[in-house]
């Protein structure tokens, strides 16, 4: 193994941990501001996750990641397609 092969393996691990550690970030600042705010729409939960992470704005990918992330342990409501209630 050369020199900058082990330099990227480095760096490609530590690119995987960051990963890792901002989901869970996510998830748990997901968590908080829903025990406060219950009751809001999808869209208005992706933005204050946008503005956490300072994003400048929300994309549809975002919106189907988080709707993912909640999935498992937050009840939605469909009356609005588009935009559920979480």
């Not at 219950?38 to 929300?58: D, H, M, Q, Y």
């Not at 992330?69 to 009356?79: N, V």
């Amino acid at each position: 193994m050369s020199a900058s092969t082990g330099v990227l393996a480095i760096l490609a691990a530590a690119a995987a941990y960051l990963q890792i550690m901002a989901l869970n970030s996510a998830d748990i600042f997901i968590k908080e501001i829903l025990e406060e705010r219950n009751g809001i729409f999808l869209t208005e939960l992706a933005s204050e996750v946008s503005k956490k992470f300072n994003l400048a704005r929300t994309s549809e990918a975002q919106l189907e990641y988080i709707e993912k992330l909640i999935k498992p342990w937050a009840g939605r409501c469909r009356k609005i397609r588009k935009n559920p209630t979480v």
